[in-house]
């Protein structure tokens, strides 16, 4: 790097990437080359406007003026605009970042470096805040730091919302010579995305928050367990080990601390029932991966039988923020129970599709239509499904529920783990129910009965709906069947699935009636919605 | 419906036994371990009624123990807990949604309600599912009448099925009927993985496993193999546990479910599994481990649990036969002609050669009370003590070595012991082929993290199979056991490891301090004797501190200790080893000799030694001799009599010239058989009782027909000193169980002996020996089995021995001096020949070889490293000859990493390989057991069959041509 270089940071976030961003960057520094200008690519995390990837910031007077989209063909005249320059000119100029919008109206406490930082350099993780909250744990005691988490509120991020003070406490106070920390990064609900982008753009926040959980109960291991169709995220989260591990945050003698504390990376084999927590254990464990029955909880007899603290990855990754600025600081974010800020992942059909990390409290409609800025189609929304696969779709009549986790409880939904998937009125809510059930055929482990066999006969039934022979019938035992899958089954994954399928039959009725293989009462725009597209290829129908 | 036999019944589970009926999920400790009577108690309320269990037992355990049952398809108490049916979902107050109650562990004031209409619901919409995906083919399934999938769809009330039958579903999956014992079905599996979980937690060869998932999950053998070309060993625990027709014993399949049962013990290994002979009349259909077995805990190996078809074999000999000398062809007769001329004989060789003439074998395949009779009739009607057993040849120095050690010719612990030791040391023995139940066993303890040395110059497979990885393997050369003992024990005492204050309370320490004398010197170290053991002495010493401090450190060992020249002395070095280390007299340690045959202790137990009555009482004592003979009648000899190879040497000398043989085959099993042969031929009366004709039976001029386990009434006793019932379902196929053969021979030489039943001699023998003064017929139908010493200081029984003190009072630490064998290798004889068992066959495969276990080894190999195979240009399949300096024979090669270079190794299972035809006349300094485990040997490659195994096939040919005329002539 030379001196008087120009920094130009450019994500190699998985998405922007999707959108041209390698292309962009190794056409700007061949033409910076060409032209002989002094020129610093830094390749960086997203910050989560995707509409506006691939996303250029050139820094100026420290400041990070952004343009984009931006392709290859586009680089010639830019630089020609003066785009070194940050000139306000070149086409695309979108000022200052952090001034736009999108991002004016969050509050970014977890993903505060995503886009911002060298995911790989340990130098500019430290410059923007990072190993503060590290420092200072090591300056505390266990307890004091299960406090501080308890005072922030933070609950689980994966879904079940769990107080992790809690478990925190569970882990520490379990007598057991080897705790583990256990990373589930096995992020697999449609529609989200978070977790990819903080392992891609932040690793060292996640690792982090690792060793800080470590140091609060006792366990000297942690292991991520990552979904192997993150390469990206791998790429990304071992360098980010190999720098702590040089710069002594990781190993044996944590900053010369004497602690001792090491993270391995796993990675998965393209189950989704791994994200269970249990069934992620069991494939760790090097097993098929199949739920475990709780009790035991994970926090008594987890990995290999020993206490183990098992979180998601936004979990782990907001420890940082909730050390460095105290449990206080956080718990003043968000609402009721539902404390803190919670990064919610817009996408489907939406105008601003992106990562959004916004304190509890909001309305749905709010991030909808404020945020989101409505449908990307432009016709009307008709239905939202939060929280992945398993929640609830919801009809615009739920649309002002507040975002927070009682909330959605209340009417039947959940938050899980922030994704929301918006969809016209296009979309045929019949087929959504069947992908539901489809999803849940494919992806269950085959343990428990009703999941197993359910799932199967569940899509048979919302087939033989569509037929009509007997659509009284088939829907009462649509109805009976979800109802054993709920109470009956052994997880999330079948206990849940029922929620998609009940709410688009009782939300849509009419989607269930008209008879199928041809358009309905609105023009069918199959291509904008994303169930059809992210229906997995193993499907058992 | 079964009924079943239930030696325990609600008295046992209130005594905290095992209850015969399934109870849903196992215990949180069994009952037999001490901690159990720890467990907290926890009282909760299910459906209104008020239960205490012990903490940590689950709701469904709870419910069944207050008579509640819970429907459950997955579930049975022989396995941890899974969760997966959902048909055992309950309401609980206070809590969120249905959990499952096998899954769920009890809590204080837990209220608990198991019928709820929702319930009902759920269950039966569940079960709904399940039908959904089976063949509604219930009349004619092989499980009719058996099936748990039927029984709880009455349970649950299911009428209809919804679904139709249009859906994807497993019902065209294809049938495996690979094994010859049980065929697989996976069109009527339901998924429930209990067969998966038992080849796991039960038998630990994770041979089944769940392949694909969600709806397409199936039960697949290894990588979706057959069966019978998978890991598995056909113990049967899948089969056993399925709760449908998808695993199916063929037995049942072709004849249909059984309707009655008999428990009795298994009549192979010294594992004494207790089993249940499931009938239909008196035809045995199937062989069920059962569950409050002491030994087996409910579970079994493909021996008792399949092969017992020879007991019904077209060979079986049903009528006595006789002949004046043995190139005549037999004549059948009946029973009193076969005793009288056979009485007439012996009587008439007494009175040309003299009284000590004749003698008798007794069979470690009998009952106690028929080897009792044996050797009564010995030293009654014989008026000598000419008696042996064929524990000569295998565990005779396991009783000279710990009787003059610790007190008591036994081994120390019972098998529940190993679920507590924390390091386990296997010498000389391969439990999971010889011993499989007990294999399975350790297996687990080891899956729950106990520490493993192996010492054994083959890689068995403990040393490293499927979730078992030996923490130590030392292949010591064979012939190298007592160096390599001394070694560990001498790195013990330098390193200041033995336990002090055990040794100073509770051993003779005049003893222990010469010992220790011994001991020390340098000669003994691990670096001395390496050359002689081939051990890399730093392995050695660590394999030893892990002995010394891993915790309770138990032994186990085979004939790999006792077949040798220092056979003695490796036994009483293992013992000074425990001593050394205070691993005695509790649970969890101890030295635990695993005995061969179903009834090897009891045989030793019951005085078939001729210098020893029943209790290893000396028939030298005066005051014992006294009691004996005026129970018996009679005057006793006080000389000891002939042991086995004394009868052979006098037999060639033209001294000893009749023999009655019960239940063992000499010619086969005897090491050196040409010697033995010549022996047997030399005999003027020679009298052999089998349920075959076996290869003895060729020399033989009277045979009695032998009746099988299943034909009488008995007692064998295991290893661990556990007298089990054995009962009759069968009418003897001869007219006579072997106890009434006995009789009658007795009558024929004017002694008669009155006695009803076998539990008569019982009572005779608890009467007469203190050990056994406790044991009665009535306590072990009321009891199940009880653990000797049983009698007035413990009236219990005793399953661990030498608690508060050694029986001998102070232990005894015996000098073991290492003296190489003479049997060496030379540039003639290169190798060494070491031999032993396999899974599927049992001892010289009389019974085994008379069943489809054959299909599993048809033939013995001869296992050599691929080092000494290729110098000799041997490969893979090739027939090779194998000499020793006293014989040949020939049998097909297996190259095998298994074994070390310079060793080969082979089984003794089938009568054509003639392993015993190499086995050489050396034998312990002590006890005269045959070192069958060192033999210098020669390999080659060869054309065809040894001038001996033609001559066998001649004479065999002959001897089967001499029974053939006996049938064809009526």
Known sequence: MSAGATRVYVPADTSAVALGADRTARRLEALCDERGLAVTVVRTGSRG??????????????????????????????LDAGLLSASEQAPGHLGPVEDLPFFRCQQRLTCARLGVVDPASVDSYREHGGLRALERALEMTPQALVDEVKTSGLRGRGGAAFPAGIKWQTVLDAPAADKTIVCNADEGDSGTYSDRMLMEGDPMALLEGMLIAGLATGARQGYIYLREEYPRARASLERAMTALWAAGCLGSNILG???????????????????EETALLESLEGRRGTVRPKPPVPAIAGLFGQPTLVHNVISLASVPAIISAGGEHYRGYG?????????????????????????????????????????RSGRPLRAVQVGGPLGAYLPESQWDTPLDYEAFAAIGAMLGHGGVVAFDDSVDMWEQARFAMAFCAAESCGKCTPCRIGSTRGVEIIDRLAAGADAEGDRHLLEDLCETMRDGSLCALGGMTPAPVLSALRHFPGDFQRPRGRPGQSESRHDTAPGPQIIPSTEAG | MLEYYDPHGNEGEAAGGTPTRDLGTPPPLPAYHPGFSDLAQVSLSIDGQAVTVPAGTSVMRAAALAGIQLPRLCATDALEAFGSCRLCLVEIAGRKGYPASCTTPVEPGMQVATQT?????????????????HPLDCLTCSANGNCELQDMAGAVGLREQRYGCQGRNHLAAEKDTSNPYFTFDPAKCIVCSRCVRACEEVQGTFALTLAGRGFDSVVAAGAGDAFMDSDCVSCGACVQHCPTATLMENSVIARGQPQHSVVTTCAYCGVGCAFEAQLQGDRVVNMLPYKTGGANRGHSCVKGRFAFGYTTHPDRITTPMIRESIDQPWRAVGWEEAVGFAAARLRAIQQHHGVGSIGAITSSRCTNEETYLVQKMVRVAFGNNNVDTCARVCHSPTGYGLKQTLGTSAGTQNFDSVEQADVILVIGANPTDAHPVFGSRLKRRLRQGARLIVVDPRRIDLVRSPHVDADFHLPLRPGSNVAFINAMAHVIVSEGLEAAEFIRERCDLESFNDWLAFIRDP????????????????????????????????????????EHSQGSSMVMGIANLAMLTGNLGREGVGVNPLRGQNNVQGSCDMGSFPHELPGYQAI?????RERFGRAWGVTLDPEPGHRIPNMFDAALAGTFRGLYCQGEDLAQSDPNTQHVEAALRSLDCLIVQDIFLNETARFAHVFLPGATFLEKDGTFTNAERRISPVRRVMTPLSGK?????????????????????????????????????????????????????CNEAAPEGTPVMHRDGFVRGKGLFVITEYVPTTEKVTRRFPLLLTTGRILSQYNVGAQTRRTANSDWHPEDLLEIHPHDARERGIAEGDRVALQSRVGETTLRAQISERVQPGVVYTTFHHPVTGANVITTENSDWATNCPEYKVTAVQVRLSAGPSAWQQAREHFARHQSGLVEALSDGG
């Open chain 2, 620 to 624: 030298t004592d005066d005051a014992v």
């Open chain 2, 117 to 133: 209409d929702h319930l009902a619901r759920l269950r039966r919409n569940v079960m709904e599912l399940y039908i959904s995906d």
């Open chain 2, 737 to 789: 169980a072997d106890w009434e053969a006995t009789l009658a021979l007795c009558e024929a030489l004017g002694h008669p002996m009155h006695y009803r039943h076998p539990a008569e001699v019982l009572d005779e023998v608890a009467a007469l020996t203190p050990t056994f003064r406790g044991v009665s017929w009535a306590r072990l139908q009321r009891e199940g089995s009880l653990q000797w010493p």
């Open chain 1, 49 to 78: 406007a995707f509409w506006l990837e691939p996303l250029l910031e050139v820094e100026r007077d420290g400041q990070r003026i952004g343009y984009g989209p931006v392709q290859p063909e586009d680089l010639p005249g830019l």
């Open chain 2, 523 to 562: 000669a003994n170290a691990p670096e001395s004797v390496a050359e002689a053991t081939g051990i890399e002495p730093e392995t050695l010493r660590a394999a030893a501190r892990l002995y010394a401090t891993g915790g309770n450190a138990a032994i186990y060992y085979g004939l790999g200790v006792t």
């Open chain 1, 335 to 375: 609402v009721e129970r539902s404390r803190g800020t919670l990064p919610f992942q817009l996408a489907g059909n939406i105008e601003r599709a992106g990562l959004v990390e916004l304190p509890f409290g909001l309305t749905l409609r709010e991030l909808l239509y404020e945020i989101g800025g409505g449908s």
């Open chain 1, 257 to 275: 601390s004497g602690q001792c504390f090491d993270v391995a990376l796993r990675i998965g084999a393209g189950a989704y029932i791994c994200g």
